[in-house]
């Protein structure tokens, strides 16, 4: 049965030379509409624009400033769309524009309506070309990179697939532009350790993720049910082999999955705050499905409201879950390592008498191992 799938495909897929990788983009383009005329609805998420624009406006590849980043991605923004507008218009698709940062997916009211404009355009069979707004992202707000991006959107939309499409056929054993043993990858179950360690750096000079950035977008996507292709942008049918479950690259196999508004806890949104707790919160949190409480609470960091999310961290530094608080980050320091009735003997205000509510709560992937 038809579904949803998002493609993503990178800077370096993109460029060539001083020009736009217009081979790339027609094959992507070919298969996009392969698909839409069989009924999927497709998602491109699509990076280029600083690229495109710093060629434009002849800047050097590296070493640019923010504000230079951010004129390279203005001026990259239209070149780069006026191209897929011509490309896709010859297959008789219409494209939409989507420019997101990080503050609309971690702020629950602006995350839905950007969900509801992206579902609308799918319904209207309106392929969305969902980019990081480069032009005014700072630190603070940015995705780091359109991997990221990409399992955000996917998970937004509901996605059945994600396709990363990158300049190699999907994860090796070790680097294989250095390692002549390294073999492919076909299928991963798990992301562990090991496979982390082997996935190394990007080395390219043109994108700003790596294997790694793609493990990670695989990581997010796969503990919220949807399975992950990463597979070369040269081949003509990799998006289409993916989508017919081919092998043909590295399929990353969904976990079992979290839904709905948890997921935007887990996933979407930037924490406002740490809270580090001890070994017995730890436990009660991770294995007994509990709430957190404020005697399991040792510190306190970051300035939150009530509502904000929060990462809750454990004693050895590991992050272990995030959650919904109810108490403001002030009134939490006071009440910390306190029971529940001296706290209300204090007059402390809150929505709930738990720190983190467990139905305001996500247990991370590393969280417990």
């Known amino acids: 049965m038809p579904g949803t799938v998002v493609v993503k495909i990178g800077s370096s897929s993109l460029m060539e030379g001083n020009h736009l990788h217009t081979g790339n983009m027609e094959a992507v383009a070919d298969q996009l509409s392969a ?3 069989d009924g999927w609805k497709a998602v491109l998420v699509s990076s280029g624009a600083v690229a495109a624009g710093r060629m434009r406006l002849g800047l050097p590849a590296e070493g640019l400033t923010i504000p230079e980043k951010q004129a390279a991605a203005a001026v990259g923004q239209g070149v780069l769309m ?3 507008e011509r490309i896709f218009e010859r297959r008789g698709i219409i494209i939409a524009q989507v420019l997101l940062t990080r503050d609309v997916m971690g702020e629950r009211r602006r995350y839905v309506h950007a969900r509801n404009t992206l579902m609308t355009l799918l319904h209207h069979r309106v392929l969305p070309i969902v980019n990081e707004n480069d032009t005014v992202a700072v630190e603070e707000i940015r995705f780091g990179d359109n991997d990221a991006l990409s399992a955000q959107v996917a998970v937004m939309v509901d996605a059945d697939l994600l396709v990363l499409l ?3 056929d999907g994860l090796y054993t070790a680097d294989p532009r250095v390692d002549a043993g390294a073999v492919r990858i076909p299928r991963l179950a798990e992301i562990t350790p090991q496979i982390w360690r082997a996935a190394g750096r990007t080395r390219s000079r043109v994108g700003t993720g790596g294997m790694r950035s793609k493990l990670q977008a695989a990581r997010i996507a796969s503990s919220t049910g949807i399975p992950t292709v990463i597979a070369s942008a040269r081949r003509s049918r990799a998006v289409l082999d993916a989508v017919e479950g081919k092998d043909g690259g590295t399929y990353v196999e969904p976990q079992p999955h979290i839904r709905g508004r948890k997921r935007w806890i887990a996933y979407s949104s930037a924490p406002r ?7 017995g919160a730890v436990r009660a949190l991770c294995l007994d499905g509990r709430s957190l409480l404020a005697p ?3 510190d ?3 300035s939150f ?3 904000d999310v929060v990462s809750i961290v454990g004693p050895d530094g590991r992050e272990i879950a995030r959650g919904v608080v109810n108490y403001d980050a002030r009134d939490l320091q006071n009440v910390r390592g306190l029971r529940s009735q001296d706290i209300r003997e204090m007059g402390v205000a809150a929505r709930k008498p738990e720190v983190v509510h467990r139905d305001d709560l996500v247990i991370m992937e590393e969280g417990w191992r």
């Not at 705050?273 to 070994?279: A, S």
């Open 35 to 37: 698909l839409m005329k």
């Open 82 to 84: 006026q191209a897929y």
């Open 166 to 168: 990158t300049d190699t």
């Open 273 to 279: 705050g740490r809270l580090i707790v001890d070994e």
């Open 296 to 298: 399991g609470l040792l």
């Open 300 to 302: 306190v960091q970051g």
């Open 305 to 307: 409201s009530a509502g």
